[in-house]
């Protein structure tokens, strides 16, 4: 037996190459695709605009009710006889829901894509809704979210999101609904949404090897029973800034830690300038290494972590910072916070920082990018947002060419530290008057 005493060293880097990517028009509905040559294993994503904000005010959660109401059963076969043919082909459905989309996937070896995207189909087309089935649905819906809401953080989130973007617009109340939007839904509001926003043909996103796959057969089965025409997308929504900064209150009676979100509006996705926009976020809030958790965590030792980030959908898009600290430093953390985010937008960022946030995202995209099911998600990104074909393929390189000034300039652009709102769900009782005299802010008493 031979043990070796010296670790082995990195292989040479490989360069990555996005695969190419293709387009069909097919049974009247689009099909985008990957060649993955070799690959075994393929992913079929059908993709509809039925996200979150096609919900109507007053009814969130329907998306998230419908995605579970899937499994339930199709017109042609009960829930059991649905979930014996699916697990048959060795695989599952997977839902997804954003402000933007509504996704429905299955990855399976290559031969028996066109089975799974049939049963895929059968469940998207013609689920059966029945009433009972649907409000079952609904109600372990509610309770999960009920218990999600016990904890600290989903007032919050919701509080900033609704001052940020407004409680009278579907984009300014919580993505999923919460516990009483979800419990008011009733079984024909899931019916309606399903007739209104799946049964349009929607796009296949398909990656896998394409000499293995008929794209034809694909979109055949995908868009079987479908019609009618793509609805209207809608411009990016133009969100105000606020004219100062302040601070809402969550009361939190008897709690040891407060939970803080401070954010403002900023572009949505497609928008020019979001690779320097992202490194930005990058250096002030987004990696383990960013200002804020150096500052905040390393330095004073007020949480175990802190982030800050820009995202963004197809309409809009938003700067938050995201932490929980203990009671008796919620003023001084939002004050350290707050500064920080005012130096990178006055000063900028270094090279070295960059330099750092440079290798860390572009290295993180060629890491993530390898997978059939990454593929998919990346062609997902194209079509949602009408990026180009070679954008991925381009990215990296934009990524590793940014420069200081790039950065700085986004920085200094989209960063909005006077219009700040900061939410802090926490004792009201103890830090009300702190957060009063460190004076960043009115505060305001959350009802």
């Known amino acids: 037996m031979t043990l070796i005493a010296t670790r082995p060293g990195p292989g040479a880097a490989r360069p990555y190459r996005f695969p190419q990517v293709v387009r069909r028009t097919v049974a009247g509905g689009q099909v985008v695709a990957a060649h993955l040559p070799g690959q075994n294993l393929a992913v079929a994503v059908l993709l509809l605009d039925g996200?979150?904000?096609r919900e109507p005010v007053g009814k969130?959660?329907?998306?998230a009710v419908l995605a579970k109401a899937l499994e339930e059963g199709t017109a042609q076969r009960d829930a059991t006889a649905?979930?014996?043919a699916i697990e048959a082909l060795g695989t599952e459905l997977v839902t997804g829901l954003d402000w933007d989309s509504f996704q429905v996937s299955v990855q399976v070896p290559v031969d028996r894509l066109t089975a799974a995207v049939e049963l895929l189909a059968e469940a998207v087309r013609t689920p059966r809704l029945d009433p009972a089935d649907v409000l079952r649905v609904r109600d372990d819906e509610a309770t999960a979210l009920r218990m999600d809401w016990a904890n600290p953080g989903p007032r919050a989130d919701a509080v900033l999101r609704a001052d940020l973007f407004g409680a009278e617009h579907r984009w300014g109340r919580p993505l999923y609904g919460d516990p009483d939007s979800v419990a008011a839904l009733e079984a024909d509001d899931v019916t309606v949404f399903h007739s209104e926003w799946f049964i349009r043909p929607g796009t296949l996103i398909v990656a896998g090897d394409l000499e293995r796959v008929d794209l034809e057969a694909l979109g055949a089965a995908a868009f079987a029973g479908a019609g009618g025409a793509p609805a209207d997308r809608g411009a990016p929504i133009e969100v105000p800034l606020a004219g100062r900064r302040r601070i809402i209150l969550v009361d939190r009676p008897g709690s040891v830690q407060s939970t803080l979100r401070l954010g403002h509006p900023s572009p949505h996705r497609a928008h020019p300038d979001h690779v320097?926009?992202?490194l930005a976020g990058t250096v002030l809030g987004g990696a383990f290494t960013s200002r804020l958790n150096h500052l905040i965590r390393e330095v004073r030792g007020y949480t175990y972590g802190i982030r800050g980030d820009f995202a963004s959908s197809r309409r809009f898009g938003r700067f938050a910072v995201n932490s929980g600290v203990q009671t008796a430093v919620t003023a001084p953390a939002l004050v350290e916070s707050v500064g920080e985010i005012s130096r990178t937008q006055l000063?900028?960022?270094?090279?070295?920082e960059l330099e750092?946030?440079?290798s860390w995202r572009a290295g993180q995209l060629s890491v993530e990018l390898q997978s059939p099911r990454a593929i998919a998600a990346a062609l997902t990104t194209l079509v949602v947002y009408d990026l180009p074909d070679d954008y991925h393929a381009q990215l990296r390189s934009e990524l590793l060419s940014a420069t200081v000034e790039d950065v700085s300039a986004a920085a200094a652009t989209y960063l909005h530290p006077e219009s700040l709102t900061m939410v802090v769900e926490g004792d009201a009782a103890v830090i009300r008057d702190e957060l009063v005299a460190?004076?960043?802010g009115e505060v305001i008493d959350h009802a």
């Open 347 to 352: 000063t900028g960022v270094s090279e070295e």
């Open 60 to 63: 969130e959660g329907l998306g």
């Open 51 to 53: 996200g979150a904000g």
């Open 82 to 84: 649905y979930a014996l």
């Open 276 to 278: 320097p926009m992202t």
């Open 356 to 358: 750092v946030a440079r």
């Open 438 to 440: 460190a004076g960043i």
